[in-house]
């Protein structure tokens, strides 16, 4: 078996000593250092590797590019997502953990991040520092990359850092010398991205930047930092750098209210990005986009494939307070009827698959109303059955719900809008929309999806002075969100735990999963606080609770690209 492994795996060197001999990199390094000029091209280069579809091994994949696959690889091990249906693309086993179907997107993605790491160091090896202040921002934007790059490596292909600084990470590149071929550790590897992201602060402090918002700025190297110093849990960094770059008005680069529907879709000027991946109307992919699989305005298959929902836990933490204006934003349900009236539905076991459909029922295909107490009444599989609406301790902490008796126990079901069951139900469950990277001048497919904005930077604030123990300092902070989504603020701690909370961070943690949803960021808050994930709702995922040392959360590097004394130190 060890002879087949040996014969069959290749050094780590693909990623990145290979890329001069493709012919997107047009400039050596020699060319660059004889004409410092062209830094400017080689810098801007780099921004192309994050949105065009670059030829893998000389071949050109579809649906293959960085930002799709770093939206969708981060956000699939989470629980806001239902998938609809089994499918083709890799994306179906992504969302599973399943590593063995989705061999393509692991394999691009591990590659087009060493591709960048390498364009970056080949620019911070040919560049000048203190040839100018333009020169030296360009630097501080490649360090930024190369930062970037190893942090969605390590945060992909890893376990995270809070379960062990000595876990094996990934191949640490800080030069074109590709003489290093081993996995370095978890903390190497973040240690070096501190170290990266300082230089870039450094480089860029106190200088404009060089366009809108798809362009990194001294602001995007240390929000990046404020993230990492979080998921390192180095509290204090993170809330220092916080207090600095949020200043005496945290609210003062946010989105107004107002302004909220139209934010994403205007991401590149909008002051709460920091940075985004900017897209111009001519890179649209069309149904190969972000936004294709979660919204479609003509249905399943459209112009969209609309094959990606919200999943049910997310809408009833949002459902708490139904005014939230995140929630409109983003959120639509298509076929909505628009009558008043309701439908039901809820998980089942099919007694085939591990995962669950949906029973699904309006009545005589009309819809649903209720009675004079507010509960719904229906048939189903030849019995009838009645809602109950009330508390129940440890569901949706304590805010209440339906509830019926099926099959002798009492289950949660969920009553929504009712829609027009021939357009918008797709195998069973209802096509509930997200718009989030939809809609950038005016093309339902197209965004420039966000990387790093103002909201986060408060959140990062919020839980660290949860961890510090200033639990109504976080609670001040999440109030700003609050205030901005027009929903209740909370008056302090105390009255949190009158739902059930059991600390601050509970309740930062909460309105992380609201305000960021979609965006790549919940199941690295579940998982580096040690915090389990369930994932116990309809779709096409496994029905299980997953435990944040489950040796599936890391992605597969790459069958050709790990060493064989990897495999034995570390065999998944």
């Not at 027009?486 to 943690?509: D, F, M, P, Q, R």
Request: glycine share 8%; aromatic share 12%.
């Amino acid at each position: 078996m060890k002879k087949l492994i040996t014969l069959g795996i290749a050094l780590l060197t693909l990623a990145a000593c290979n890329m001069d001999f493709y012919r997107s990199d047009v400039m050596t390094s020699n060319m660059l250092k004889a004409n410092p000029d062209a830094a400017v091209y080689t810098t801007d280069g780099i921004y192309s590797l994050f949105k065009d579809n670059v030829a893998y091994r000389g071949k050109s994949i579809d649906g293959m590019e960085y930002a799709r696959l770093i939206f969708q690889m981060t956000e699939f091990r989470g629980d806001n997502v239902c998938l609809s249906g089994e499918t083709s693309d890799p994306l179906c086993q992504q969302i599973r953990y399943n590593d063995f179907g989705a061999q393509k997107s692991n394999y691009y993605m591990w590659w087009i991040a060493y591709k960048v790491i390498y364009a970056a160091n080949s620019n911070i090896e040919a560049m000048e520092e203190g040839a100018s202040a333009l020169t030296d921002h360009m630097l501080g934007e490649n360090y930024f990359f190369r930062a970037i790059g190893h942090f969605h490596l390590v945060e992909l292909y890893a376990k995270q850092y809070a379960l062990g600084r000595d876990n094996l990470g990934v191949v640490l590149r800080t030069s074109t010398d590709c003489s290093e071929t081993h996995r370095a550790t978890v903390g190497e590897v973040y240690d070096q991205i501190v170290l990266d992201l300082q230089k870039a602060m450094e480089l860029m402090k106190g200088k404009s930047p060089r366009g809108d918002k798809g362009f990194v700025s001294y602001e995007a190297a240390a929000g990046l930092l404020t993230r990492v110093y979080l998921y390192m849990e180095k509290n204090q960094e993170c809330l220092d750098l916080c207090n600095e770059l949020l200043g005496s008005d945290p609210s003062a680069n946010l989105m107004a209210t107002a302004d909220l529907p139209t934010y994403f879709a205007n991401a590149r000027t909008a002051k709460e990005t920091i940075w985004c991946l900017a897209h111009n109307p001519t890179d649209t992919q069309a149904r190969g986009s972000i936004g294709s699989m979660y919204y479609s305005t003509n249905g399943t298959g459209g112009e969209g494939w609309g094959e990606m929902y919200w999943a049910d836990p997310l809408i009833e933490l949002f459902q708490r307070y139904p005014d939230d204006k995140r929630f409109a934003a983003y959120f639509s349900l298509y076929g909505q009827l628009n009558d008043g009236t309701k439908m039901v539905h809820w998980p089942i076991n099919d007694g085939v698959n591990n995962f669950r459909p949906n029973a699904i029922v309006a009545g005589n295909g009309k819809g649903l109303t209720p009675d004079k107490n507010g509960n719904y009444t229906f048939s189903y599989q030849g019995k009838t059955y009645t809602t109950v609406y009330k508390s129940k301790p440890g569901v949706n902490n304590g805010y209440p719900q339906y509830f019926i008796n099926y099959e002798g126990q009492e289950t949660q079901v969920f009553v929504r809008d009712n829609t027009d069951f021939a357009s918008g139900v797709r195998n069973t469950y209802p096509q509930y929309y997200m718009s989030k990277f939809a809609w950038q001048d005016g093309d339902p497919n197209l965004s420039s999806p966000v990387i790093l904005r103002w909201a986060e930077i408060i959140l990062n604030r919020a839980e660290v002075e949860a961890k510090l123990g200033q639990d109504e300092a976080a609670i001040k902070d999440i109030n700003i969100l609050r205030k901005r989504a027009g929903i209740h603020e909370w008056a302090n701690l105390a009255e949190c735990k009158t739902h059930e909370y059991k600390s601050a961070l509970e309740v930062v943690l909460d309105e992380r999963r609201m305000e960021l949803c979609f965006e790549g960021h919940r199941a690295f808050d579940v998982y580096r606080n040690r915090l389990s994930m369930d994932r116990r709702f309809a779709g096409v995922q496994p029905w299980e609770v997953v435990d944040c040392n489950d040796l599936r959360i890391p992605y597969q590097i790459p069958d050709d690209e790990i060493l064989v004394s990897d495999i034995e130190q570390n065999p998944r």
